[in-house]
């Protein structure tokens, strides 16, 4: 028979079998065993309640500091339209950012999409996640999101969002596949012109210098110009950054910036583009936060920021004060003839009196839209000659300018 023992706790085999007989018939109960203690240290009551509020408490993500990272304006349409199209289907939020979040390439965009899906995992709403982000969902895109948010209709202003995007990436590709041809062009003939004058002409400039022949304007330049790059080269690299430093200063603050693309504006054939380019921004814009559920206040602020001149920029937000105090649309457009011209005035106030102003608006931008690309299209053919005289002009010009002195040498050679 074994003995009760302080250590460990042991009965016999009798003493178990009474024990378990007397609780089968209902004369003993059954008391539950402590838990045993993993330690011997004091439980603290205060200690503990606060460590499962900080075990209830939301950890929210954290944003990564000093990251650098471009997102291309497809990459954003791509993610807005995908977005939009796994939510309508009726996925939820967080796993369709989880998903795109697996197929986005761009390392630094995924992992700004990481950090959406975990804000958004956390019971945050996805919005104030974007506004962490501004250089790549601008205020447009974060109000969107928020009213699509608010009135349940997300799927849909990320549909917008994609079609906004998408205008701007087929009018941006317009433009530089437009441009793409005549920078080319002026690329060569500055390359040739720079071959020439640091390799071909010094030759020439001594051997006319060695036989006495009087140099023309052109190749005396060209040396000039040859002697400064070749013995003071840092101080013209120094010069070339100082000036682009001294323009970029200047042209930071507002009013000189505000003064250059008014400047623009008044460019006989790049100031029309740039105009119709403005305005076709500004209506798509404005019929999207408007389609959204944005007040009109509230969505001209926000257009004003999303267009690149800044004279609309500003007379758009004065604009919006107009609004605030109670003045239509077209008549504020009225008060600015040089900026909206008198067809689209005379829309917007059809559709103000009709109730229909995004429709309208939408009209609008069509119509600016299919302008800009029919100016685009043209323009190759437009500046096609103009590069052909441009470029016959430089040939001539150099060949005149050293063929004359040839000439004069080989007479200085005759009998």
């Given at each position: 028979m074994e003995y009760l023992d302080n250590k460990s706790r042991k009965i016999d085999n009798t003493a178990a079998l009474q024990l378990e007989k007397l609780q089968a018939d209902g004369e003993l109960t059954k008391v539950p065993q402590k838990a045993k203690m993993s330690s011997f240290k004091l439980y603290n009551p205060k200690a503990a309640s606060q460590a499962a509020k900080v075990e209830k408490e939301i950890k929210l993500p954290v944003k990564k500091r000093f990251t650098l990272g471009?997102?291309?304006?497809?990459?954003?349409?791509?993610?807005m339209d995908n977005l939009s199209t796994m939510l309508k289907a009726g996925l939820a939020l967080s796993p369709a950012l989880a998903t795109l979040r697996r197929e986005i390439k761009n390392k630094y965009f995924a992992n700004v999409v990481d950090y959406l899906h975990r804000y958004v995992e956390n019971g945050q709403v996805l919005s104030k996640g974007m506004a962490a982000y501004p250089n790549v969902f601008s205020e447009m895109v974060i109000a969107t999101v928020e009213v699509g948010e608010n009135t349940g209709m997300l799927a849909d202003s990320f549909g917008h969002l994609a079609d906004i995007l998408r205008a701007q990436h087929k009018l941006r590709s317009k433009v530089v596949s437009a441009?793409?041809?005549?920078v080319i062009v002026l690329l060569a003939l500055i390359g040739v012109s720079l071959f020439l004058a640091l390799s071909i002409f010094p030759q020439l400039?001594?051997?006319?210098?060695a036989a006495g022949v009087n140099l023309p304007f052109v190749l005396l330049a060209v040396q000039s110009v040859s002697f400064f790059l070749t013995n003071y080269s840092f101080y013209a690299v120094g010069i070339l950054i100082l000036l682009?430093?001294?323009?970029?200063?200047?042209?930071?603050?507002p009013k000189p910036k505000l003064a250059l693309h008014s400047f623009y504006l008044k460019i006989p054939f790049a100031g029309r583009l740039i105009q119709e380019i403005s305005l076709a921004s500004f209506s798509?814009?404005?019929?999207?936060?408007?389609?959204?559920?944005?007040?009109?206040?509230?969505?001209?602020?926000?257009?004003?920021?999303?267009?690149g001149n800044t004279r609309y920029r500003t007379e758009i937000l004065k604009m919006s004060e107009e609004l605030e105090k109670g003045v239509p649309l077209s008549k504020s457009m009225a008060h600015r003839p040089t900026l909206f011209p008198s067809l689209t005035i005379q829309l917007c106030q059809v559709g103000e009196s009709t109730g229909e102003l995004e429709n309208i608006l939408r009209k609008i931008s069509k119509f600016y839209e299919d302008r800009v690309n029919n100016i685009l299209s043209n323009l190759s053919t437009i500046i096609e000659p103009v590069?052909?005289?441009?470029?016959?002009?430089?040939?001539?010009?150099?060949?005149?300018?050293?063929?004359?002195?040839?000439?004069?040498?080989t007479s200085s050679f005759a009998p």
């Open positions: 471009r997102v291309s304006l497809t990459e954003k349409m791509m993610f441009l793409m041809y005549p400039i001594d051997l006319f210098e682009v430093i001294i323009w970029k200063i200047i042209f930071h603050f798509s814009s404005l019929q999207a936060l408007l389609a959204a559920g944005l007040a009109i206040v509230q969505s001209m602020k926000i257009v004003a920021k999303t267009l590069l052909l005289v441009v470029v016959g002009v430089a040939v001539g010009f150099i060949a005149l300018s050293v063929i004359g002195p040839m000439y004069e040498l």
